[in-house]
C-alpha cells in the first residue's frame, strides 16, 4: 500500500452489492422460468449479508449468490495461518461468492468469488487484501468453450502486474490450476481460469481495479457458453455422468476449499456457506470410463493444465 493510500471499505461494499444485482438479473433473463429468493442474515458478532438462490428453473438446477460483509474481533485459524502476524487482530471480510449448477450436462458448473478483508489494531495501520477469480468445471469438454473461458480470463486481467512487475494472467492461471486440485484423487476439479488471494500489489486503488475487473469479466466468461449448450440434447448416460462428476465438485469444497474453512471457523451461517452445493449429486465405487468416450475425453484432454490459447 502506498503512503497517501486508504483503503476505502466503503466503496468496495458498494461495488460488491451492484454486483450481486447485476449477477442474479442476468441468470434470471438467461433461465427464463424462476427468479431468485432474497434470504437477508445477520451474524451475532457482527454484519451480516445477502443469500440469493434460484431453484428448479429451465436452465439452472441450483444457482446461488452469496453477499456477505462480516465483522470479527479475532481472525480465524484459516485466516492467519499464511500470516501468523496477524493474530488476534479485529477483521472485516466483505465478498460475493455464487455457484452456478445448469440442469443440462453439456453445459458447466461455475464458481466465481471477489472479496476484500482488513485487519486492524489499534495504534497499528491496517492490514488488508484483495482475492477472488473464476474457474468452471465442465462435465463434458469442448475446445471452443475452453478458448473462450481462457481468452476472458485473459482479458480480465489485462494491464494488471504482480508485485515483481510481471504480467499478472500467467501468474492467476497457475495459481488457480493450482488452487483447484483435489489432491486426495491426483486430478484438476476442472479447467480452471483465475486465482488470487492476499493480494495489494500496485496499492489499494490497483488491486481494487483488479478485483472489480475479475467480477466484470465473469458474465462475459460464462454466459455465451451457458447460451450454446442449455439446449443440447442428453440422456440417462450424461445425466449419471454429470451427477458423478458432481460429486468432485463436493470433495473439493469441504475439504479443501480455503473460503469453506473460513466460513465456518469464523461462526458464519452454514446455509449460505453451503449454498455451493448441487441439489444432486452420486457416487460411484470405483467407476469404469469408457475408452474413447467424450467421459475419457474430459479426463484426458481437458482436465490437464495447459495454455490453452495457444492450443489449436
Not at 469408457?290 to 475419457?296: F, L
Request: proline residues 6%; neutral net charge.
Amino acid at each position: 500500500m502506498t503512503p497517501t493510500e486508504i483503503p476505502d471499505a466503503s466503496a468496495v461494499e458498494h461495488y460488491l452489492r451492484g454486483l450481486q444485482d447485476r449477477l442474479c438479473a442476468a441468470i434470471e433473463t438467461l433461465d427464463g422460468s424462476a427468479q431468485f429468493a432474497r434470504d437477508e442474515w445477520q451474524r451475532a458478532e457482527g454484519g451480516g449479508g445477502v443469500t440469493r438462490i434460484l431453484n428448479d428453473g429451465a436452465v439452472f438446477e441450483r444457482a446461488g449468490v452469496g453477499f456477505s460483509d462480516i465483522l470479527g474481533s479475532k481472525l480465524p485459524p484459516s485466516a492467519s495461518a499464511h500470516r501468523p502476524e496477524l493474530a488476534g487482530r479485529g477483521y472485516r471480510a466483505m465478498g460475493v461468492s455464487l455457484v452456478f449448477h445448469p440442469r443440462n450436462p453439456y453445459a458447466p458448473t461455475v464458481h466465481m468469488n471477489v472479496r476484500f478483508f482488513i485487519a486492524e489494531k489499534p495504534g497499528e495501520a491496517p492490514v488488508w487484501w484483495f482475492g477472488g477469480g473464476f474457474d468452471l468445471t465442465p462435465y463434458y469438454g469442448f475446445d471452443e468453450d475452453t478458448q473462450h473461458w481462457h481468452a476472458t480470463a485473459r482479458d480480465a486481467t489485462a494491464g494488471f502486474v504482480t508485485r515483481d512487475g510481471a504480467p499478472a494472467h500467467p501468474h492467476l492461471k497457475k495459481w488457480c490450476d493450482d488452487y483447484f486440485f483435489l489432491k486426495h484423487r491426483n486430478e484438476p476439479r476442472g479447467i480452471g481460469g483465475l486465482f488470487f488471494d492476499d493480494w495489494e500489489a500496485g496499492g489499494f486503488t490497483q488491486s481494487f481495479a483488479l478485483m472489480q475487473s475479475v467480477g466484470d469479466h465473469f458474465l462475459k466468461a460464462y454466459l455465451p457458453i451457458v447460451e450454446r449448450r442449455k439446449g443440447s440434447v442428453y440422456g440417462e448416460r450424461e445425466r449419471g455422468w454429470q451427477l458423478y462428476r458432481r460429486g468432485r465438485y463436493v470433495e473439493f469444497n469441504l475439504v479443501w476449499d480455503r473460503g469453506t474453512l473460513f466460513g465456518l471457523q469464523s461462526g458464519g451461517r452454514t446455509e449460505s456457506i453451503l449454498m455451493s452445493m448441487p441439489p444432486l449429486v452420486a457416487w460411484e465405487y470405483r467407476r469404469t470410463i469408457e475408452p474413447g468416450s467424450p467421459e475419457q475425453q474430459l479426463i484426458e484432454r481437458y482436465l490437464k493444465p495447459r495454455d490453452w490459447l495457444m492450443t489449436a
